[in-house]
């Protein structure tokens, strides 16, 4: 095992030596157990047996972290980058990676074959693993593991979950011997505070030493004002507290942008940093704008100089660079911050305060998952300086405090597969697979391993419903079947109404003082036949009848409750399968499969990543883009690539090729829906032209400040609005087929898209 130069925790060695015995490992540990040590010794064995590793996480700016990370300590020559949009040293011992890239050069189509990408690999670490459940992206993860080369170890790191057996069990299963190290130790423990509003000079303990709700904490009143709740917000008494009990630096987590930056405001004035760390802080400032130019008038400077900062996606990312920088040097004492902060950027805190334990989602407010919470709350303690870290949850009226110890006290969540097929995904596998090889692979995703689990529920209800059904089976007393009962019951509804319709019929004919009729007098007769025939069965003396009867009743119904049951049970069994020859269907449709094989367009469309891959690609071939300047091409790009956003934004006009060739393009999107909803596919087709105007200006040379006035929304969204636009352009440039005045129009609008601050990640 390799020496570091300090002693390993037992779960460290554990993986170390699974490592060294050629088996690959999932890791499961707290946030901050220290699980990047057990992927630098997989990194010291490739360096000494001259191989090499990929080191995967699944967001850009983190491997951009890692890589700076590696280089400083294992020498800038052997460590190598490769995002979406940057390449460097790609044939270097380490090299740093987006998980998606991983995947893309597994499919082995835009990135060269797979034995060349993988040439010389032994190790494939894929950070952040529990990344599986990403409602987007969740997939990336399934088909790296599924088709990774089986002589490479896999080294899984994963934050806690519940079902880290159940994970290792299945690529075990896909990939090779795979051991579990699961720990839930933490070098540094936590210690929970809550915020009472009824006692605001101090934070309680949350729980008493025997691990019961602290009684003295009170719930929080709802306060109504004009017939609405009312919150109000006590961000300055919790962050006083804080600096009282030399509790910070923290990290405030907040659920919405506007509260992160109306929180910071608030706290300005309590003075948390000394003189000598504000001259600190301008200095440091004065040097980042320097580099930065567009930075000088930034609203958020004089916040900063106070030791406080907001850190979210509406800001821009050099601005947050700037603040991780200057929190890492511990000269910001609090930064407010959407939970986005959790996924593991580098910012140990002391503490970390909770601003509520439910958040608003588009279906109104739900309490956070316990993995949610556990994210979030891990980001306290800094190893090595910390004996303790701080986790404060501030009361709210939404919240009860039981509910609060027992969200704390709650295991992780299981991680539960996103793998969805997709147009690319089916074009790949059937460029290099039959058929039934590629159902083969489909049956290997996770979410099929775990269909089990999530079929669990059902086949109980299935179970309880069988079970049900026998107790009820009925022994007769007259050895009668339900068929005979049937029989009886039936005649007897017949019976009871006839009876009554030849008593009324006596009735009117006596008043009229009539004879019957003969046919009265046959219905009559008939009638009493009837009687009789009911009195041949022995259930109108039976003291079981009523049982009987409801019995049939119940089981027909349970029946019925079955049949759909198990019909569900197919379809989840089948559901990857299903969607997979959804897909196929479209794209068969479309003239992209042909005998199952991918037509030349086809083998285009294999080599997009986007969210509808068919939509792109058949822009693509309708020649519409071929007229557009850079300019007007990056503004209909963008239309197509931005999602719905939940606010509204005021239109602002753009050119009319653009306008133009948007009409156009929504008569494709008219044509690929029909065709979709024909095979019940439901992949996502966007024309929001929200930030067409703004990229065609700065594509044509504007300055960014006055891209930035012309629409109230955060710089940081116009900058992935715009990062969108050239992840699909740079695609114009390597894949096959694409006209070449298209390629040429595609990098020149790059090239004119990355100045500063766009370029920056």
Same mark, same amino acid.
């Given at each position: 095992?390799?020496?570091?130069?300090?002693?390993?925790?037992?779960?460290?060695?554990?993986?170390?030596?699974?490592?060294?015995?050629?088996?690959?490992?999932?890791?499961?540990?707290?946030?901050?157990?220290?699980?990047?040590?057990?992927?630098?010794?997989?990194?010291?064995?490739?360096?000494?047996?001259?191989?090499?590793?990929?080191?995967?996480?699944?967001?850009?700016?983190?491997?951009?972290?890692?890589?700076?990370?590696?280089?400083?300590?294992?020498?800038?020559?052997?460590?190598?980058?490769?995002?979406?949009?940057?390449?460097?040293?790609?044939?270097?011992?380490?090299?740093?990676?987006?998980?998606?890239?991983?995947?893309?050069?597994?499919?082995?189509?835009?990135?060269?074959?797979?034995?060349?990408?993988?040439?010389?690999?032994?190790?494939?670490?894929?950070?952040?693993?529990?990344?599986?459940?990403?409602?987007?992206?969740?997939?990336?993860?399934?088909?790296?593991?599924? #088709?990774?080369?089986? =002589?490479?170890? !896999?080294?899984? +790191?994963?934050?806690? *979950? &519940?079902?880290?057996?159940?994970?290792?069990?299945?690529?075990?299963?896909?990939?090779?011997?795979?051991?579990?190290?699961?720990?839930?130790?933490?070098?540094?423990?936590?210690?929970?505070?809550?915020?009472?509003?009824?006692?605001?000079?101090?934070?309680?303990?949350?729980?008493?030493?025997?691990?019961?709700?602290?009684?003295?904490?009170?719930?929080?009143?709802?306060?109504?004002?004009?017939?609405?709740?009312?919150?109000?917000?006590?961000?300055?008494?919790?962050?006083?507290?804080?600096?009282?009990?030399?509790?910070?630096?923290?990290?405030?987590?907040?659920?919405?942008?506007?509260?992160?930056?109306?929180?910071?405001?608030?706290?300005?004035?309590?003075?948390?940093?000394?003189?000598?760390?504000?001259?600190?802080?301008?200095?440091?400032?004065?040097?980042?704008?320097?580099?930065?130019? #567009?930075?000088?008038? =930034?609203?958020? !400077?004089?916040? +900063?100089?106070?030791? *406080? &900062?907001?850190?979210?996606?509406?800001?821009?990312?050099?601005?947050?660079?700037?603040?991780?920088?200057?929190?890492?040097?511990?000269?910001?004492?609090?930064?407010?911050?959407?939970?986005?902060?959790?996924?593991?950027?580098?910012?140990?805190?002391?503490?970390?305060?909770?601003?509520?334990?439910?958040?608003?989602?588009?279906?109104?407010?739900?309490?956070?998952?316990?993995?949610?919470?556990?994210?979030?709350?891990?980001?306290?303690?800094?190893?090595?300086?910390?004996?303790?870290?701080?986790?404060?949850?501030?009361?709210?009226?939404?919240?009860?405090?039981?509910?609060?110890?027992?969200?704390?006290?709650?295991?992780?969540?299981?991680?539960?597969?996103?793998?969805?097929?997709?147009?690319?995904?089916?074009?790949?596998?059937?460029?290099?697979?039959?058929?039934?090889?590629?159902?083969?692979?489909?049956?290997?995703?996770?979410?099929?391993?775990?269909?089990?689990?999530?079929?669990?529920?059902?086949?109980?209800?299935?179970?309880?419903?069988?079970?049900?059904?026998?107790?009820?089976?009925?022994?007769?007393?007259?050895?009668?079947?339900?068929?005979?009962?049937?029989?009886?019951?039936?005649?007897?509804?017949?019976?009871?109404?006839?009876?009554?319709?030849?008593?009324?019929?006596?009735?009117?004919?006596?008043?009229?003082?009539?004879?019957?009729?003969?046919?009265?007098?046959?219905?009559?007769?008939?009638?009493?036949?009837?009687?009789?025939?009911?009195?041949?069965?022995?259930?109108?003396?039976?003291?079981?009848?009523?049982?009987?009867?409801?019995?049939?009743?119940?089981?027909?119904?349970?029946?019925?409750?079955?049949?759909?049951?198990?019909?569900?049970?197919?379809?989840?069994?089948?559901?990857?399968?299903?969607?997979?020859?959804?897909?196929?269907?479209?794209?068969?449709?479309?003239?992209?499969?042909?005998?199952?094989?991918?037509?030349?367009?086809?083998?285009?469309?294999?080599?997009?990543?986007?969210?509808?891959?068919?939509?792109?690609?058949?822009?693509?071939?309708?020649?519409?883009?071929?007229?557009?300047?850079?300019?007007?091409?990056?503004?209909?790009?963008?239309?197509?690539?931005?999602?719905?956003?939940?606010?509204?934004?005021?239109?602002?006009?753009?050119?009319?090729?653009?306008?133009?060739?948007?009409?156009?393009?929504?008569?494709?999107?008219?044509?690929?829906?029909?065709?979709?909803?024909?095979?019940?596919?439901?992949?996502?087709?966007?024309?929001?032209?929200?930030?067409?105007?703004?990229?065609?200006?700065?594509?044509?040379?504007?300055?960014?400040?006055?891209?930035?006035?012309?629409?109230?929304?955060?710089?940081?969204?116009?900058?992935?609005?715009?990062?969108?636009?050239?992840?699909?352009?740079?695609?114009?440039?390597?894949?096959?087929?694409?006209?070449?005045?298209?390629?040429?129009?595609?990098?020149?609008?790059?090239?004119?898209?990355?100045?500063?601050?766009?370029?920056?990640?």
């Amino acid at each position: 095992m390799y020496e570091f130069p300090f002693e390993l925790d037992e779960f460290q060695k554990e993986a170390c030596n699974f490592i060294d015995n050629g088996k690959s490992v999932v890791v499961c540990a707290p946030t901050g157990a220290g699980k990047t040590v057990i992927a630098e010794h997989a990194i010291h064995r490739a360096l000494e047996n001259s191989t090499r590793v990929f080191y995967t996480t699944p967001l850009k700016a983190l491997s951009n972290q890692k890589f700076y990370d590696f280089a400083a300590k294992f020498g800038q020559d052997k460590v190598g980058l490769l995002t979406g949009d940057t390449s460097i040293n790609r044939n270097a011992q380490i090299v740093v990676m987006t998980t998606e890239v991983f995947r893309n050069m597994l499919y082995g189509t835009n990135f060269g074959a797979v034995a060349d990408n993988m040439k010389d690999v032994r190790y494939v670490v894929l950070d952040e693993v529990h990344y599986m459940n990403d409602e987007q992206r969740g997939t990336v993860w399934e088909e790296s593991i599924i #088709y990774c080369p089986t =002589n490479v170890q !896999i080294i899984a +790191l994963s934050a806690t *979950v &519940a079902n880290a057996d159940e994970l290792t069990d299945w690529i075990n299963t896909v990939h090779s011997k795979t051991e579990l190290v699961n720990t839930d130790f933490r070098p540094v423990p936590l210690k929970f505070y809550y915020f009472d509003s009824s006692q605001p000079y101090k934070l309680l303990p949350l729980l008493t030493p025997s691990g019961a709700l602290n009684n003295k904490i009170k719930p929080e009143k709802k306060k109504f004002a004009h017939g609405k709740m009312k919150q109000k917000t006590y961000v300055k008494e919790v962050v006083r507290n804080l600096q009282q009990n030399d509790m910070l630096p923290a990290i405030y987590f907040t659920f919405s942008r506007r509260k992160c930056d109306e929180q910071m405001e608030k706290c300005a004035g309590l003075e948390l940093v000394t003189n000598a760390e504000r001259a600190q802080i301008r200095q440091f400032i004065d040097e980042y704008i320097a580099e930065n130019p #567009y930075l000088y008038n =930034n609203k958020h !400077i004089e916040y +900063l100089l106070c030791g *406080v &900062a907001s850190h979210h996606a509406g800001l821009l990312p050099s601005w947050k660079l700037l603040v991780e920088k200057l929190f890492q040097k511990g000269l910001i004492k609090v930064v407010f911050a959407t939970e986005t902060l959790a996924a593991g950027i580098n910012m140990p805190a002391r503490s970390t305060v909770i601003s509520s334990t439910s958040k608003r989602t588009d279906s109104g407010h739900r309490m956070l998952t316990a993995s949610e919470f556990l994210q979030m709350s891990g980001r306290a303690g800094r190893r090595g300086m910390d004996e303790v870290g701080y986790v404060t949850i501030v009361g709210s009226p939404f919240q009860t405090p039981e509910e609060v110890a027992e969200l704390v006290l709650s295991d992780a969540n299981p991680l539960e597969s996103r793998f969805s097929p997709s147009y690319s995904m089916v074009l790949n596998l059937l460029q290099r697979f039959s058929l039934d090889e590629a159902k083969e692979l489909i049956l290997k995703s996770f979410g099929y391993f775990s269909t089990g689990t999530r079929l669990h529920p059902i086949l109980k209800q299935i179970e309880l419903n069988k079970r049900e059904i026998q107790e009820r089976s009925f022994a007769c007393p007259y050895k009668y079947s339900d068929e005979d009962l049937i029989e009886y019951d039936k005649i007897r509804n017949i019976y009871v109404q006839n009876r009554q319709t030849y008593k009324k019929i006596c009735k009117q004919e006596k008043a009229k003082n009539r004879p019957l009729s003969p046919e009265a007098v046959q219905f009559g007769r008939e009638t009493k036949a009837m009687l009789a025939k009911m009195h041949e069965f022995h259930c109108d003396i039976c003291k079981m009848y009523k049982k009987h009867s409801k019995n049939i009743e119940v089981i027909g119904r349970l029946n019925l409750k079955q049949k759909k049951l198990e019909k569900e049970v197919e379809k989840q069994r089948d559901i990857f399968w299903n969607k997979f020859l959804s897909h196929r269907s479209v794209l068969a449709d479309f003239g992209y499969l042909e005998n199952d094989y991918p037509t030349a367009k086809g083998i285009t469309t294999s080599q997009i990543r986007s969210e509808n891959e068919l939509y792109l690609a058949e822009i693509i071939f309708s020649g519409v883009l071929e007229s557009l300047t850079p300019s007007q091409l990056s503004a209909v790009i963008c239309a197509v690539v931005t999602e719905d956003l939940r606010i509204e934004i005021p239109y602002i006009p753009f050119s009319e090729p653009v306008r133009k060739t948007l009409n156009l393009i929504r008569n494709i999107k008219r044509k690929i829906e029909k065709v979709q909803n024909n095979y019940d596919v439901d992949a996502p087709l966007y024309i929001n032209p929200y930030f067409s105007s703004l990229i065609e200006l700065w594509v044509e040379g504007a300055e960014w400040e006055s891209i930035n006035e012309q629409i109230d929304i955060g710089e940081g969204d116009i900058v992935r609005a715009f990062k969108r636009v050239v992840d699909v352009l740079r695609q114009f440039t390597t894949i096959e087929n694409v006209p070449e005045a298209l390629v040429f129009t595609a990098r020149e609008a790059i090239d004119k898209i990355l100045r500063e601050p766009v370029d920056l990640d």
